[in-house]
């Protein structure tokens, strides 16, 4: 019982782990009543219970079990987090629970796995319960039947995935068991319920007996749909919803969820299927060859039994099927024939799209063969043909049935016909559009009249299916002429014919054209409405070009008809051509006569050939009256001709007479039924009169009236010809000038251009410049309307003809033809027959490129060519290849049939010769040129071949397949590519390169598409393991494409698709898909879909047929890009309207107004944008040898959003000259657009990149100036470049200083010169230094030359990564073969020398002795000299730094006199209101402060007191700190404030004074500021070094210069010190400077005030204090451990360094015992491991005995008392913290400090004096004169503490004087050496000002020592800063220096410590104006008196008074 109370007590979900079994069902049963409280399901309650749910179906005792199930189900059913349990508690309950013996328990496990599929885990239950059929356990098999049978029942097929569960069927009925064959048969009853007879075919090969059963369990079942019962929880609303509507009696829902779901589940698919092709018999191709014919049967028997299986495995089936095809067209035994089209059958049946490729092949074969006429064979032959066009689409097979419809064989017309109304069945609206119905219906149209019945009447079904398939309106345009008998036998037929796709389809097409699309002005109408899905194929592609198919070809989707309906002409023309024609023949002169007579007056005709011109005259206005009184019908047109013809006939000499006759035939052709009978009776004679100059106009004018009677093509071609057989030029240049203007009046449609083509090379031939220009002026015209492949007939002109060609076209380019006049109104039929033909989007003007005649080429690929190709040795093949290239090349365009090549050519795609796998590829490319759209029936045999050549590890292979690739889709569209596993299986392929070329491939195509097939879904599971993928460019590119994926697919299905990932992979990729979806772009709205190629990227060479789009749908323009830049700027809603890829040779007039705009569009965060896009790898890092095409394009894309248009397509033109224009654009627009320009300006300096791989040198000239005007405009707008701008345009820059024109190096050089100015030398060396590593010696010598300038101009500090380094790299060019390298390299050194001094030697290390001597000699030379490095460096630094604007090209190179007036003007720049004017710019003045200009501030400051108001008064120049000006950026980016302050501690290290104070200045304006203190933090450290740093320039380099002026110094030490007081009173910062950091900041300060030069300086002792205070600062401040490590280091360097001088290591001791006195403190805060591991190594370097050695008995005394103070503060303890020491022995720190701790053991109390802190003498005895001692007690306190210092002293030096002999000294003795020194020191200054001695010589005149305060100062700055105009006010707001510097009261006895707080406000108001002050000396000037001590001892004695001042200073 003890143990019951025990877990009793225990929590529930501990209960539930319990060993014991009574605990764990307690804890089931109190988990349960838990379960059914939790009303949130997202409670964390639920998350506690995650992982004991399996506990709970799978306990060992039957009993908790059942508990356990309850509860588990109740879990599921309510906890959010359940779907996370599923796969382990589903693999319980089939494991655990299914082989229970209680039916609950059973029930129970069923229940949770079916509540598993409601909370949407349906997939992995499944798959859980199909591993269970694996089970040994026959019970475990049959409960898993049960679930999923119930799972079907309730849940429905949509839910449950019937394919895996039919797939094991046939297993589980060969079961042993007989419960689990009777679980199987009621499972395939309930499948059957769901899907019906697709279950028949998996089973078929089930015991018969079963299957009997089977049939008699199915057809018992009720007949209706079924429905699931139980929905997901996604879709309870809809069950509540079907609910609702079943109580009111409505069944609709039912109704359109059975219509989703009937025919969901295709038999076909749940086959497996089957590899035929290896088990086909091994000599099959040589049995299919054989003579006997009982030998070619078998091996067909072969092949047909293996076609029979229902499903055939994929697989390359070309030889087979040509096999095939060859005995069915070939073999002469019918019965063969008809075997082997049953095998072509079985192929097609198993294959289905897979089959596709090769049905373009056996079509025509199939077809052709019905001239037999034995019923089994013909019977054969229809299945096959029948089988093979559901493979297909009957757009691909088009062009082979038209071609036999011809056939003059009747059975062959009567087959053909009867297959298209079979095909016809199988089509809706959308897949039948006007374009492919209208030569179908013309070929039946013949045969409706053709002699045979049968023929007609299988036309007539053709045309009936037709009518019923896209309704009366579309077909009744083609039927015009079709007399009613022939259209009632069409209706009657429509009628009879019975739909695959049900009777909705015709209604449904009447509907859609009812209403034309919106948006689609040229463009819309059925065919316009079509269905991407089904005929997407030219979707991108023939908008852009035109190569052409004949007049039957392949609609063209989405080609817009030419404007304003020259479409609409060119299809009416046509179809007066096909329906109107006015056929009459040629009658003879006498019914001429006789008819003529009929109607014309009697002495009309007498007076024809009257020799009296006036006569004919006169009769010829009879005439004329005559004609126009005359009406249409009755008017004989061919007799009237006849009779204008008759003698004199065209011969008539009289002009008169002649003008009147050509109206006549003109009015004739207009009133009259024309015929072209009668149109060739007059041509002739009006091609004649044409050049006349009296007549020619009216000669054009009957000609154009011919052409509207007859049609235009037809006497075109009439005219031409006839033009070109006589000789007359005039005639001949006046037709050609006719034509041009009637192909612009009646548009282009029908127009032979070929023909024309030969006789206008015949006038560009022709000798008569007349002919030649009007034939250049016709080919422009016509190049309005068939676009760019006009040229390619004309590319073997001479060049000068074709430039002139060329320019002609450039004339036209962005013009759209103007639309049809004429040819219109005669032919149409209707007015609704017009309005239909106008909104066909396939037909007329769109064709123009079927309008130039294709060649067949099928021939000339001969057997030989195919084995050439295919040829062992390479050249052979190269030979083929070529051969194959010369046949295209000269075709120009082809016709879809090209026999054995695709073969051949898929054949060399994986040759082992890359040379030819490229030429290939380069074939390929020509071929779909040149056979346009038709080339997509090849697609899958050839194209998706290309697409594996995207494997290829080659990157131009690479390359070159892309470019094949999208040459073909944009003469396909997408969806050839995208139906069937093609493109799934090729994903699939592990090959990195292949994969992330394709899915880049598919990321550009995707966007661009309205709908996809849905075999997309294919690509999916594939997608998914590309994100996996070890390549990092696989995975981007498959991130990437993810959103264009989800487009299409919708993120349901996607997400559906996770469910056979691993969960790891799952949720990895579940959180990309719902990152996609925030991404996801919209797709493109329908009316860019027509025209969406418009902004194709389609090549120059086919785009013109777009422009008439341009206008007339304007938003054609602008869809392509949305997607596009959804990519790159991650957001689709922000894509503007007029971004984008658009066709770049076209500038539309519309266009041209724009370029008024700005060029630069300022898009919010779009650079951050795009850094943050290439940072995450979402687009190409800019880092290329040679740009490729990808960067050009990714370019173009960043820059469609914020440059303009039409800059854009210059700057992205491919001839130089645009770019030239370009640029000259953007040098206009820097100034008016600076926002924009930086902005953009990471994208322009990209470009810029672009323009140095030119070749052309005026772009790179140009380029170059560009370049130095935005580098002076970025320094004047204080902008810094960004790491990203800088690394994507500087090396690409460097490569340029190596140019071999001089010129250009300028230029180069001095950009970089600028470059510094925006961004830090520091971070230019590096790449510099890059630029020595090029192979171009004059790169490299340029590259080290800049080193050297910037190491003169900036000192050491710029040499990256150290100074060591980077003079080694530049060492190793000493030794270098070029001759100017070599003295490049030496010069640069020999510049550091000049800096840096012999140091260079030890930074250089090891040099050869030739390159050594090599060095020395340079620098002696460079000694004798010496001027010239320093005035050089002087002089050029104001020009780098202020001159900005100065325009000089090469400053260093500048006449020296020019430098010098320069440096003057800096100098004085006060005095020059241009120099301040240049300064404010550039540094951006507060206005406050500097209301009006200093110019007379020279002036007048030497009258005041010399050397002194310098100081005070010069800062008033200095600028507001230029972090300021960093804005707009530094405010928007806090990413660039980082950059700003390195950049600006990169400057505070210059060489240059000027700069170093100008950046002090701007750090001290941030750290005076609260606010903008924190930005420091993280840049301590760099900012100390890059002090201390200064400080060793100014210790070794400036102070040596005698050049420099030393107040200039001082200015910069005063800055320094400044800056560094700052810092240190901010606490949080000065805990940031580490250990080293400190170490030698300390050391430069401390060498500081031991520089004995400083004596010189008169503000010496000034700097001095500063410094003084400065040190105690950093003591108190910094971290206590770091300092005290510091310290302790560099007292061990300095007594190690010989050289180091004894003060050195005093003062630094002075430091140590200063620390010692803090640490009662401080010991808490501080690492005493640190500290003790740094006295055990100075203990070790330096034993006791070396210690005593020493001269001074300091360190010793230093280390004994400091560790003593930490004894005594940590007692015992102490000894706790020598955990970092390694070895204790290799030291005495242990030792010594168990001495001490038992020394202070033994003496509890006292301490032994010895080791106290100075060494004083014990006290122990007190003083016997108690009253004296207390007023003395009193005092000293006074002195101790801070606010009395000075009144305690005053006090003392009273009491002395009263009491000479008074001892103080047990007072002094007690205290520190430092406290004993203070008031030794302040009683002597109150002594000496009693005295009146205290002048202070210094800082002023003023020998009063009592008005001496820092008011004193701030009154005379008042004064001079009223005197310069300068306001006050602000000058009492400024926060002082320290709090030092505001005493609350002013004591009338001025201390040193008074005047120290004088000076230093006084520095602090200079620094705060000015910077500009130096401190470098060692002077200890407190008082005049005190700079006579000059004892030996007097330096350490003037320290010690230092310190204790600085002490008596301390807060």
Same mark, same amino acid.
């Given at each position: ?178 419960? #689990? ?192 006429? @034995?019923?089994?064979? !013909? ?41 298209? *109304? ?271 100059? @009296? ?104 060049? *000068? ?232 460019? !696989? ?345 100017? #390298? ?408 242990? *030792? ?35 009253? #004296? ?183």
């Amino acid at each position: 019982m003890g143990d019951d109370s025990e877990w009793m007590k225990l929590p529930v979900d501990q209960k539930c782990e319990h060993k014991l079994w009574k605990a764990r069902l307690s804890g089931y049963e109190e988990a349960l009543k838990i379960f059914q409280k939790i009303k949130d399901e997202k409670s964390p309650e639920w998350s506690k219970y995650l992982g004991l749910i399996k506990k709970f179906v799978t306990d060992s005792n039957a009993v908790v079990q059942l508990k356990g199930l309850e509860a588990a189900l109740i879990y599921v059913e309510n906890a959010h987090v359940a779907g996370k349990t599923t796969g382990e508690v589903v693999s319980g309950v089939v494991s655990k629970v299914f082989n229970q013996p209680k039916a609950k328990a059973k029930e129970l496990g069923i229940e949770i796995c079916l509540m598993y599929i409601e909370i949407e885990k349906g997939e992995a239950v499944q798959e859980e319960l199909l591993k269970g059929l694996d089970n040994k356990n026959p019970k475990i098999i049959v409960a898993c039947i049960e679930t999923l049978r119930k799972a079907l029942s309730e849940f429905g097929s949509k839910i449950i995935l019937l394919k895996p569960i039919i797939k094991v069927l046939p297993k589980l009925f060969e079961s042993r068991e007989k419960a #689990v064959r009777d679980e199987a048969k009621l499972i395939a009853v309930e499948i059957y319920r769901w899907i019906r007879d697709a279950l028949r075919p998996p089973l078929q090969n089930i015991n018969s007996v079963q299957l009997k059963e089977l049939e008699e369990e199915w057809v018992k079942l009720p007949t209706g749909a079924p429905k699931p019962t139980r929905f997901l929880r996604s879709q309870q609303e809809l069950e509540a919803k079907l609910e609702q509507q079943q109580s009111a009696g409505g069944d609709a829902e039912g109704g359109g969820d059975d219509g989703d779901e009937v025919p969901q589940i295709d038999a076909y698919e749940l086959l497996e299927a089957v590899e035929i092709l290896s088990k086909l018999p091994k000599d099959f191709y040589d049995k299919i060859e054989a003579k006997k014919w009982q030998e070619r049967k078998e091996a067909l028997e072969a092949v047909e039994v293996l076609v029979k299986n229902p499903k055939l495995e994929a697989g390359d089936y070309a030889d087979l099927v040509k096999a095939l095809k060859k005995v069915v067209g070939k073999d002469t035994n019918v019965m063969l024939v008809a075997l082997a089209a049953k095998c072509l059958t079985g192929l097609a049946v198993g294959l289905r799209k897979k089959f596709g490729q090769y049905a373009g092949h056996v079509v025509p074969t199939i077809l052709e063969k019905f001239k037999e006429k @034995k019923p089994q064979v !013909v019977q054969a032959l229809q299945e096959a043909i029948d089988a093979i066009f559901l493979t297909t689409t009957l757009q691909n097979i088009s062009e082979d049935v038209l071609a036999v419809m011809d056939n003059k064989n009747p059975t062959i017309k009567q087959q053909t016909s009867l297959f298209i *109304a079979r095909s016809f069945r199988h089509c809706t609206a959308s897949t039948l559009p006007k374009s492919l119905l209208k030569p179908f219906c013309a070929a039946l149209l013949k045969h409706i009249n053709d002699s045979a019945l049968e023929v007609r009447d299988a036309a007539f079904e053709a045309l009936g299916t037709a009518l019923k398939v896209v309704g009366e309106k579309a077909v009744n345009p083609f039927l015009a002429d079709v007399d009613k008998l022939k259209l009632d036998k069409i209706k009657e037929c429509s009628e009879k014919v019975e739909l695959v796709h049900g009777k909705k389809a015709g209604l449904a097409a009447d509907k859609k054209e009812s209403k034309p699309v919106p948006g689609r002005s040229a463009a819309s109408g059925a065919a316009g409405d079509k269905d991407v899905k089904d005929t997407s194929a030219p979707k991108p592609g023939p908008l852009k070009k035109a190569p052409a198919t004949k007049a039957g070809g392949p609609p063209k989707k989405g080609k817009p008809a030419a404007p304003g309906g020259a479409g609409s002409t060119g299809t009416k023309n046509k179809k007066g051509l096909d329906t109107k024609e006015i056929v009459e023949p040629e009658l003879s002169i006498e019914v001429c006569e006789e008819k003529a007579s009929a109607v014309l007056p009697p002495t009309c005709i007498q007076l024809l050939d009257s020799s009296n011109w006036k006569e004919r005259l006169a009769c010829m206005e009879e005439f004329q009256k005559a004609v126009e009184l005359m009406d249409r019908n009755e008017m004989p047109c061919q007799a009237l001709v006849r009779m204008l013809a008759k003698k004199p006939g065209w011969k008539e000499t009289n002009f008169q007479v002649m003008q009147m006759k050509l109206h006549i035939v003109a009015l004739i052709a207009q009133k009259g039924n024309f015929s072209k009978t009668s149109a060739q009776i007059v041509l002739d004679g009006l091609v004649d009169k044409i050049g006349d100059v @009296k007549c020619g106009n009216n000669a054009k004018e009957a000609m154009t009236a011919i052409a509207e009677a007859s049609m235009l093509p037809w006497t075109a071609e009439q005219v031409m010809s006839m033009a070109f057989s006589q000789k007359n030029p005039k005639n001949q240049s006046e037709t050609l000038n006719w034509l041009s203007n009637a192909i612009k009046e009646f548009g282009f449609s029908g127009l032979n251009v070929k023909a024309f083509i030969s006789n206008v090379k015949t006038a560009l031939a022709a000798t008569n410049p007349a002919v030649r220009t009007s034939a250049i002026t016709l080919l422009g015209v016509m190049y309005l309307y068939v676009g760019p492949s006009l040229r390619m007939f004309f590319e073997d002109e001479k060049p *000068a003809l074709l430039s002139q060609i060329d320019a002609e076209f450039e004339k036209m380019q962005g013009q759209s033809p103007p639309a049809p006049t004429r040819g219109i109104s005669k032919h149409s039929a209707s007015a609704t027959d017009e309005g239909e033909d106008g909104e066909e989007p396939d037909e007329g003007g769109n064709d123009v490129v079927d309008l130039l005649p294709r060649a067949e080429i099928s021939d000339k690929i001969t057997s030989e060519l195919v084995s050439k190709i295919g040829d062992k040795n390479w050249k052979i093949r190269k030979e083929g290849l070529d051969e194959v290239a010369s046949i295209i090349n000269e075709a120009k365009f082809i016709q879809p049939n090209i026999g054995e090549l695709p073969t051949a050519l898929k054949g060399r795609l994986n040759d082992s010769n890359k040379i030819l796998v490229q030429q290939t590829l380069n074939i390929l490319q020509q071929l779909a040129a040149a056979m346009g759209p038709n080339i997509k029936q090849h697609v899958k045999n050839l194209g998706i071949p290309i697409i594996t050549v995207l494997g290829d590890s080659k990157n131009n292979v690479r390359a070159a397949a892309l470019a094949t690739v999208n040459a073909w889709a944009e003469q396909t569209g997408m969806k050839e590519w995208l139906e069937g596993e093609d493109l799934s299986e090729e994903l699939k392929k592990e090959n990195p390169f292949l994969r992330q070329e394709l899915l880049g491939w598919l990321a550009e195509k995707l966007p661009t598409l309205r709908s996809t097939p849905t075999d997309l879904i294919l690509c999916v599971p594939h997608l998914y393991s590309c994100l996996e993928d070890r390549n990092g460019d !696989v995975r981007k590119k498959a991130q990437d494409a993810l959103p264009f994926f989800m487009m299409h697919l919708g993120y349901e299905k996607m997400a559906k698709a996770t469910g056979k990932l691993k969960p790891t992979s799952k949720d990895q990729v579940l959180a990309m898909l719902d990152k996609a979806k925030a991404n996801m772009p919209a797709k493109p709205a329908p009316a860019k879909a027509t025209s969406k190629p418009v902004g194709g990227s389609a090549p120059a060479k086919f785009q013109p047929v777009s422009a008439p789009v341009e206008e007339s749908v304007s938003s054609s323009v602008e869809p392509k890009p949305d997607p596009k830049k959804a990519k790159t700027l991650g957001a689709s809603s922000k894509a503007k309207n007029t971004q984008g890829k658009k066709v770049p040779s076209k500038t539309s007039l519309k266009e041209d107004d724009d370029k008024s705009g700005p060029i630069f569009i300022v898009l919010p965060n779009g650079k951050e944008q795009r850094m943050r896009d290439e940072k995450g790898l979402k687009v190409l890092k800019w880092n290329f040898t040679t740009p490729r095409d990808e960067y050009i394009e990714q370019l173009k894309i960043q820059m469609s959003s914020c440059v303009a248009k039409w800059l854009q397509d210059e700057m992205f033109h491919s001839d130089f000259q645009h770019h030239n224009k370009a640029l000259a654009v953007m040098v206009d627009h820097l100034e008016s657009e600076k926002e924009g320009v930086i902005g953009c300006l990471d994208l322009i300096l990209k470009w810029l990149t672009l323009r140095f791989f030119d070749t052309n040198t005026s772009v790179l000239m140009k380029t170059l100036e560009y370049l130095k005007l935005l580098f002076t405009l970025l320094s004047e707008e204080e902008y810094h470049l960004t790491e990203n701008e800088a690394s994507s345009f500087i090396p690409y820059l460097i490569l340029k200083v190596g140019e071999p024109k001089d010129v250009i190096r300028k230029d180069v050089r001095a950009i970089l010169n600028r470059m510094c100015l925006v961004y830090p030398a520091s971070k230019m060396f590096p790449f510099i230094m890059e630029g020595t590593k090029s192979k171009n010696s004059k790169q490299r010598a340029e590259c080290l030359e800049e080193l050297g300038c910037l190491v003169e101009s900036y000192g050491m500090n710029v040499c990256q990564p150290t100074p060591g380094k980077a003079l080694k790299e530049i060492a190793i060019h000493i030794g270098d073969r070029d001759n100017a #390298v070599r003295n490049a390299a030496l010069n640069t050194i020999v510049t550091v020398y000049n800096v840096h001094g012999d140091q260079v030697f030890k930074l250089i290390g090891n040099l050869s002795e030739k390159d050594m001597s090599m060095l020395e000699e340079r620098i002696k030379r460079s000694a004798k000299r010496p001027s010239a490095a320093p005035i050089k460096q002087v002089e050029e630094k104001p020009q780098r730094t202020q001159n900005i604007s100065s325009n000089a090209n090469m400053l260093r190179k500048g006449p020296a006199e020019d430098m010098s007036s320069k440096l003057n003007q800096a100098r004085s720049m006060s005095g020059h209101p241009e120099a301040a004017q240049t300064v404010r710019r550039e540094f951006q003045l507060d206005l406050d402060e500097i209301e009006n200009d200093s110019g007379t501030v020279r002036c007048e400051m030497p009258e005041l007191v010399q050397h002194k108001l310098d100081d005070i008064f010069e800062p008033v120049l200095i600028p507001e700190p230029k972090i300021r000006a960093v804005s707009p950026h530094f405010d928007d980016m806090h990413s660039n404030t980082a950059s700003t302050i390195n950049f600006i501690i990169s400057q505070v290290a210059s060489g240059d004074i000027s700069t170093s104070i100008q950046a002090l200045t701007q750090i001290d304006e941030v750290l005076r500021q609260e606010d903008k203190a924190e930005a420091m933090s993280g840049h301590i450290d760099q900012f100390l070094i890059a002090t201390f740093m200064q400080l060793r320039l100014i210790y070794n380099t400036h102070m040596a210069d005698e050049k420099l002026e030393k107040d200039e110094i001082i200015k910069l030490y005063s800055c320094i010190i400044g800056n560094m007081i700052s810092l240190f009173q901010i606490e949080s910062l000065a805990r940031e400077a580490s250990t080293g950091v400190l170490k030698d900041l300390m050391h430069g300060l401390i060498t500081l005030m031991l520089d004995s030069r400083i004596e010189d300086l008169e503000e010496g002792q000034q700097v001095i204090r500063s410094v003084n205070l400065l040190v105690v600062k950093v003591l108190e401040k910094s971290d206590q451990t770091n300092i005290l490590s510091a310290l302790l280091v560099l007292l061990q360097d300095s007594l190690l360094a010989t050289a180091s001088s004894p003060k050195f290591s005093e003062l630094v001791m002075k430091c140590l015992w200063r620390m010692v006195r803090l640490l009662p403190d401080t010991i808490n805060s501080i690492n005493l491991d640190r500290i003790l591991l740094d006295i055990h190594i100075f203990m070790k370097v330096f034993p006791k005995e070396k210690l005593k050695q020493c001269k001074s008995e300091f360190p010793i005394r230093t280390l004994k008392t400091l560790l003593h103070t930490l004894c005594k503060l940590k007692g015992p303890k102490i000894l706790d913290h020598l955990t970092m020491i390694d070895n204790k022995n290799e030291s005495e720190l242990e *030792a010594h400090l168990c001495r001490m701790m038992k020394h202070s053991m033994d003496q509890a109390g006292s301490k032994s004096d010895k080791e106290t802190e100075k060494g004083a003498s014990r006290i122990d005895e007190k003083s016997s004169k108690a009253k #004296v001692n207390d007023f003395l007690a009193e005092i000293f306190k006074k002195i101790g503490s801070k606010e009395n210092t000075k009144e305690g002293l005053a006090e003392l030096y009273e009491y002395k004087k009263k009491y000479s002999d008074a001892d103080i000294e047990p007072f002094l003795k007690n205290s520190s050496q430092f406290f004993q020194n203070y008031v030794e020191r302040g009683l002597r200054m109150i002594e000496m000002e009693r005295e009146g001695k205290g002048h202070i010589s210094t800082s002023t005149g003023n020998t009063n020592g009592e008005e001496v305060g820092p008011s004193v100062y701030l009154e005379r700055l008042k004064i001079l800063r009223q005197r310069c105009g300068l306001d006050n006010t602000k000058q009492d707001d400024r926060p002082p220096l320290t709090s030092l510097l505001s005493k609350p009261a002013v004591p009338t006895v001025v201390s040193s410590t008074d005047m120290l707080h004088s000076k230093l406000s006084q520095l602090r108001e200079s620094r705060e104006q000015h910077q500009h002050s130096d401190l470098d000396s060692n002077q200890t000037h407190s008082s005049g008196t005190m700079t006579t001590s000059s004892s030996s001892t007097a330096n350490i004695d003037d320290l010690k008074k230092r310190l204790e001042r600085i002490k008596s200073s301390r807060k």
